[in-house]
Structure formats: C-alpha cells, structure tokens
C-alpha cells in the first residue's frame, strides 16, 4: 500500500458500499434476532504499565472481565514502532487467560502516517476488531467549519483503509473547547456518509454529561446509530467550571443513561474507565484493582 492509492479510490462508490453495508448491520440487528442484553465488558488498563503482559492478564481475568482497552501508543504498553514485535506478546498473554483486545487505544488519525498502515496491518492480523482514534483538535483561532471539513476528508481516507484491513476505527467525544467532538453535534458532520463499520463512535457519557448538562439525551438519540463503543466513568464539579473524577455512582452521570442504553438495540461493548486515581504511578496498582472492582460492581448493578 502506499500513499497514493487512497487517492485513486472512487470515494463516491466507497460511501455507497459503506451505507449498504451498515443498513446489512442495522437489519441483522433488529430482524430474526433476540436482543440478550449480554453485552462483553472490558476495562481500559492505561493505570496498569508497570505489570507484565502476564501479570496483567492475570489481574485482569480476576476481576472477571471479558477483555481490555489496550493503549498501543506512545507511553502505553506497546509503542507503535513496536508492535510487530509486542503486540503479539500481549494478545497471547491475554488469550491464555480467555481475554482479548477489545479495543486498541491508538495515536492514529492520519492514514499518510506510516505507522497507521503498520499498526492496523499488525492488529487486523491478530483479530482486533476495533481501535480509539486519535482526537481532531480545533484551532480557535480559525474557522471551525473549514478544520471540520478537513477533518472529514482525513476521516473519509482512514475510513477507506479501516474498511481495506477489516478493523473498525471509533472516535471518542471528549469534553473541552478544542476537542472536535465534544459538543456530538459535530461528530455527525465530522463522519457524514462513513459507514459505522468503518468509523464508529465510542460514547462516553461522563463526557457528554460535561458538555450536555441536562440535554445529554438528546445529543445521545442524534448519535445513536452510529455508536459502537460505550465508555463509562464518572466526575463531580470542582467550582463552577473544572470537572473532577470520582467512582461510578458518585458523580453527575446518571443511572437513567443505562435504562435507555438497556432500552435501546445496542449491543456492543462497554469499557470501564477508572481515572480518579493516579495513573502515573506504579505503587498504586492495587488502589487501581480495588477501584475497579467497584465501579465494574456498579456498572453491572447498573446493567441488570
């Protein structure tokens, strides 16, 4: 693959397959099929850098998850000129144990960068199925409108080589004024006739309730059909403007965002994200377990 192919592909014959394709989803879903309301949960181990790969499989199958949200960029347990080399190790070590990657947290965006082909060539090889994008920032200072079109046509280009390997990519909506996506609105424009196969969102309701306040709901029914990840935490306000993470339960999000992702036909994964502790450092790994297996607690009630 080089850099030039992605221009010779007929964009517009790309966008069709992509939204024949994703109606295929959406009628696979909801004809013939019994909803399960079993959905696989896993848990994002950014906390967890010190472990081996072995012993973080370990203590992970302990605390009953179905897999994790690996970070494979810079400063996670892989680094991305690595991964032919670990990434593998980590998907073993966690096969041993029954766990798999359920989502590949990644420093991509860009499909010129030659480490996204060297990435996703090495993960769509070893079966993961889905990967965090890197986020689009704005530059206050410019057009908001134009930076969001430039961020569709790298979308558009990432989407044509997610679609090539197989792998899906998911874009996060962050709380922050420079983060493309915070308010979900954008989001829509940002993945406008991307398949959901190819980039999904992943949802972060901790996130959405910062920037939505009380009209969360409405921002989640707009961007519904194209959610394929579900992230979970939660945060108090420290003052009236700074947010400030505390365990599930504790904090602002609400109970009634699970009764209506029960209520709804999703049924793809859930990541836990425990990030009121310190991450950075290794002396805090059992605080890190203990938090965990709290908030997984919760969230299950939750769920049930």
């Given at each position: ?19 024949a ?8 879903k909801?004809?013939g ?12 181990t ?7 790969f072995?012993?973080?499989?370990e ?16 400063g ?22 029954g ?11 860009d ?49 044509e080589?997610n ?9 996060q ?13 954008d ?13 999904g ?17 409405t ?5 519904q ?5 579900v992230y ?6 420290e ?5 400030s ?5 504790e ?26 502790l310190?991450?950075?450092d ?23």
């Amino acid at each position: 693959m080089t850099k030039k192919h992605l221009a010779a592909l007929n964009r517009r014959a790309f966008l069709a397959n992509g939204a024949a394709a994703s109606t295929c989803l959406f009628m696979n879903k909801v004809i013939g099929q019994e909803r399960t309301n079993s959905y696989p949960f896993c848990v994002f181990t950014k906390p967890f850098n010190s472990l081996s790969f072995d012993e973080l499989a370990e203590k992970i199958s302990q605390l009953g998850f179905d897999g994790i949200e690996a970070p494979i960029r810079s400063g996670g347990h892989v680094e991305p000129e690595t991964v032919h080399e670990k990434l593998p190790e980590l998907h073993e070590a966690l096969s041993k144990k029954g766990l798999e990657i359920t989502v590949m947290t990644s420093d991509i965006n860009d499909a010129d960068d030659p480490l996204t082909e060297k990435v996703l060539r090495t993960a769509s090889a070893l079966g993961i199925k889905r990967y965090r994008m890197k986020y689009f920032h704005y530059d206050t200072a410019k057009s908001i409108q134009m930076q969001l079109a430039d961020f569709h046509r790298q979308a558009v280009a990432l989407a044509e080589m997610n679609h090539e390997f197989g792998i899906q990519g998911l874009y996060q909506n962050h709380a922050g004024k420079n983060y493309c996506g915070a308010a979900i609105w954008d989001l829509d424009t940002l993945l406008d006739g991307i398949s959901p196969i190819d980039i999904g969102v992943a949802y972060d309701i901790r996130h959405a309730t910062v920037e939505g306040g009380t009209s969360w709901p409405t921002t989640w029914k707009m961007i519904q059909p194209r959610v394929q990840t579900v992230y979970v935490k939660d945060f108090q306000w420290e003052g009236s403007e700074r947010p400030s993470n505390v365990p599930l339960g504790e904090g602002r999000v609400s109970k009634s965002f699970f009764d209506l992702l029960r209520a709804s036909d999703y049924q793809g994964p859930i990541s836990l994200h425990e990030e009121y502790l310190d991450h950075r450092d290794p002396n805090l790994v059992r605080d890190h377990l203990k938090a965990i297996e709290h908030d997984f607690a919760k969230l299950r009630s939750w769920m049930n």
